[in-house]
């Protein structure tokens, strides 16, 4: 059972790149997200998506673009890539059940230089 | 907002009890989680607990939560060097049908043996 899976897991990119970081979960789930994680900030929320078809600003949007392929793929777009960017990325997904258990992939480390 | 607060570090040595303690300013949450991220990897769900319940003991895990002073732990008994990783508390922000989880920074649990 993979659960939710990313790509790339490592990335280097130069100022003003773009990229595309990718998301695939195969437990049927509604909901998905993209955390970016740094040094004593924990986890903030960059975007959701509730289901197929929507998506939604969380805590941290600017810089990012998301695009819900279907119920299955959410991916993470970088248009103009800047230091501040350089984090480690999470991809999760959710059932929404009455217990609202969050998968989370392995993360993907991206540098910015 | 929501605003959810840890200490960032904890020593213990192998065999002793382990608090991890996390504050909060919003009490809407149903349920209130424990998240662990070992190194290189993404956050599982360890526990969670639901807002009407004071304690919820789970083998080693003890969670207490005083609602009135905003406040959350979690208790590792007999903690073990394999207990060793990062411990976040998360609760839901705003309504719980989106999904959406917000987490504190995340403390570094390190264990001595």
């Known amino acids: 059972n993979a659960g939710v899976t990313q790509t790339p897991k490592f990335q280097v990119l130069k100022t003003g790149q773009s990229m595309t970081l990718q998301c695939a979960q195969d437990m049927n789930h509604n909901s998905m997200y993209w955390y970016r994680q740094d040094p004593g900030m924990g986890l903030r929320l960059i975007y959701y998506s509730a289901s197929e078809g929507t998506t939604d600003k969380g805590e941290v949007p600017n810089g990012y673009n998301v695009s819900r392929l279907n119920k299955r793929e959410f991916s993470l777009r970088l248009e103009s890539a800047a230091p501040s960017q350089t984090s480690v990325y999470f991809c999760a997904s959710s059932s929404r059940d009455r217990v609202n258990t969050i998968y989370f992939g392995e993360g993907s480390w991206l540098t910015v230089v | 907002g929501e605003d959810v607060e840890q200490s960032l570090f904890l020593s213990v040595r192998e065999g002793d009890s382990s608090v991890i303690n996390c504050t909060y300013t919003d009490s809407s949450s149903t349920y209130l989680y424990w998240y662990k991220q070992e190194p290189g990897a993404g956050l599982q769900l360890l526990t969670y607990i639901f807002s009407n319940m004071d304690m919820k003991q789970d083998q080693r895990l003890t969670v207490l939560l005083n609602k009135k002073d905003k406040h959350l732990s979690l208790r590792i008994a007999d903690t073990q060097t394999g207990d060793s990783a990062i411990y976040f508390c998360?609760?839901?922000?705003?309504?719980?049908?989106?999904?959406?989880?917000?987490f504190g920074q995340g403390t570094t649990l390190q264990v001595k043996p």
């Open positions: 998360a609760l839901e922000n705003g309504s719980s049908n989106t999904g959406k989880l917000i």
